[in-house]
């Protein structure tokens, strides 16, 4: 009893456990390609602009977006009305 439970279930456990690792980092890989931080349009919305000022820019679906420009992680940031991000200050 002893010898099936060495050669059968413990390798299958580890199999298992493997596997599961495998797919735990078959997701971490999908996830680096979301994007990360503001899209360029809110950028490049408040170039030339200061903080406080608001803009518009097209949306990701083609919509206007109307923002107040922000400083966020050291950029200014064009955040959408009723937003409130990480990062942003409100000076």
């Excluded at 279930?9 to 456990?17: S, T």
């Excluded at 797919?23 to 890989?29: I, L, P, Q, T, Y």
């Amino acid at each position: 009893m002893k010898s099936f439970l060495t050669i059968k279930i413990v390798p299958g456990i580890a199999l298992l456990a493997l596997l599961m690792c495998t797919g735990c980092a078959k997701d971490d890989e999908h996830s680096d390609n979301r994007h990360q931080g503001p899209p360029p349009e809110a950028l490049q919305a408040c170039s030339g602009k200061q903080a406080g000022d608001t803009v518009e820019f097209k949306g990701r679906r083609g919509e206007t977006v109307t923002a107040v420009c922000r400083e966020m992680n050291g950029a200014l940031v064009a955040v959408p009305e009723g937003a409130s991000p990480k990062g942003a200050r409100n000076d």
